[in-house]
């Protein structure tokens, strides 16, 4: 008989498609919603344009974008106006330079030219609007690319949505046809029950779903995931190194590098572990901050939580290579299914599906990796989310500073909490599961006021008067 508190969690969703290297994205911070997703938008739109009929481009004069919505709201912070000219002028989030946005943003009276067919148009950030917050549009991460004649009147149009993570759909969208997953499942009983049949570990079943969907073969998605892990190490490498102020308003000092120095001279080993676990997570959530190239895990906001952990399991706890990938696999799992069944964006479902979700992730890695039963993965995931449910999304000034970068560092420290609970508990006792703690992130994230989605209109970020 169940608990009477206990909801069963039941799904009629078709299984997850969502593929590892559509989730681990590289490409420039601070957001994957209001960054690398818009970026990829603009790009796609210049690629649609250059496509059409001769008669049309032969009439085309302009390119407009008009950001609604959180865009809007807090696009300037997260610079997703630059993020957008970038796309515009044919860069790609996962091959264009570091500091790509620092130099288009420089200048913003700059302008700039880009070739359709045949035509040159002259594009600049006056060209990439702020429009309303409220809309109707069924994503709050909204934006309208047009192609304009001489007269403003457009050419041809498309609506974008930022979905999170860097994903993007549109108006009439439908997802891609791709293979079928071999173990199909849309929730974590599912996703159990396959294991229970096939004795499959989680890696190996997670493996098994990439090849069957993608069609990539095993040493292809190894390399791949390497690439992935090693650019996580990357960024913590790279914001170790970096000191002085981030970019924007608030002058926020980077910490890292000082945490780190702190970290090294503390005298006892505990304290070390967990201030060098911070400066981690500072690092690449400092490196997010500035623009910097980073990978989404889930999303920019949330990207120093899963490499602050892997960085410290490679390096202060020395785990083996093998385990490491291992445990990035496990993990995706636990990506997949709170994408997949509740949210992945600030702007949807507030923080808790952000550093909520890195931290459940990171705690599955470390778990898995450390040779743990499905259970207790399983369970350190939960406890890792459930202690993040109801966590807002009020960046102040619209920036990803504050809290977004403590909050990195507070989310891998409880991920390794968690992954502790859920090893010394006994795992039968453990009341619930992480389909249930995915569900209510859901409906909290549902019921959460928009003033706490991204918009910078309430919490922390009105609550901060000077800085
Ligand atoms: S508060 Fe959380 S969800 Fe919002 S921008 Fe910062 S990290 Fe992302």
């Not at 149009?157 to 993570?165: D, K, L, P």
Request: with cysteine.
């Amino acid at each position: 008989m169940s608990h009477p508190s206990l909801r069963p969690v039941t799904t009629a969703r078709p299984p997850i498609t969502t593929t590892l290297f559509d989730f681990f994205k590289v490409g420039p911070g601070p957001s994957s919603s209001h960054t690398i997703g818009p970026m990829k938008a603009a790009c796609d739109f210049l690629d649609l344009c250059r496509a059409l009929p001769s008669d049309t481009l032969a009439r085309a004069e302009a390119l407009r974008v008009e950001l609604l919505g959180s865009l809007s709201a807090t696009g300037i912070g997260h610079g997703t106006n630059v993020a957008v000219l970038a796309g515009l002028l044919g860069s790609q989030p996962e091959t264009c330079p570091g500091d790509v946005l620092t130099s288009l943003g420089r200048d913003p009276d700059a302008r700039h030219d880009v070739s359709i067919g045949g035509k040159t148009l002259s594009v600049g950030l006056a060209d990439v609007v702020f429009g309303p917050v409220a809309h109707d549009a069924p994503f709050s991460n909204t934006l309208r690319a047009f192609l304009l004649d001489a007269g403003g009147r457009s050419l041809f149009e498309r609506e974008y949505y930022s979905v999170g993570g860097g994903f993007i759909q549109w108006q009439g969208w439908t997802p891609p046809e791709r293979g079928k997953p071999r173990y199909p499942y849309g929730t974590m009983q599912e996703l159990r029950g396959h294991l229970a049949k096939t004795g499959l570990t989680l890696h190996e079943l997670m493996l098994e779903n990439e090849t069957a969907i993608t069609g990539m073969s095993r040493p292809a998605i190894y390399e791949r995931l390497d690439e992935i892990m090693e650019a996580m190490y990357d960024s913590v490498r790279r914001g170790l190194a970096a000191t002085g102020k981030l970019p924007g308003t608030l002058g926020v000092w980077r910490k890292a590098a000082s945490l780190l120095d702190h970290a090294k001279q503390m005298p006892i080993a505990v304290d070390r572990f967990l201030a060098k676990l911070s400066a981690y997570a500072f690092a690449v959530a400092e490196e997010n901050a500035s623009g910097g190239v980073i990978v989404t895990a889930p999303t920019c906001g949330a990207a120093g939580v899963m490499p602050a952990l892997l960085y410290s399991m490679r390096n202060d706890m020395n785990i083996g290579e093998r385990a490491l990938r291992e445990g990035v696999l496990a993990s995706a799992a636990v990506g997949f299914l709170a994408k997949h069944n509740a949210g992945i964006a600030g702007a949807e479902v507030g923080c808790q599906g952000e550093v909520g979700v890195a931290a459940s992730m990171s705690a599955a890695m470390l778990a898995h990796a450390r040779g743990c039963a499905i259970a207790d993965v399983e369970n350190a995931a939960e406890i890792a989310l459930e202690h993040h449910l109801g966590l807002t999304c009020d960046p102040v000034g619209g920036y990803v500073q504050i809290p977004c970068i403590e909050r990195n560092s507070v989310g891998a420290i409880k991920a390794y909490s968690a992954m502790l609970i859920a090893t010394c508990e006994e795992s039968f006792q453990h009341k619930v599961t992480l389909d249930a703690v995915i569900s209510a992130m859901g409906e909290t994230g549902r019921e959460m006021s928009n003033k706490f989605k991204e918009t910078s209109e309430g919490g922390l970020a009105v609550s901060i008067v000077e800085c």
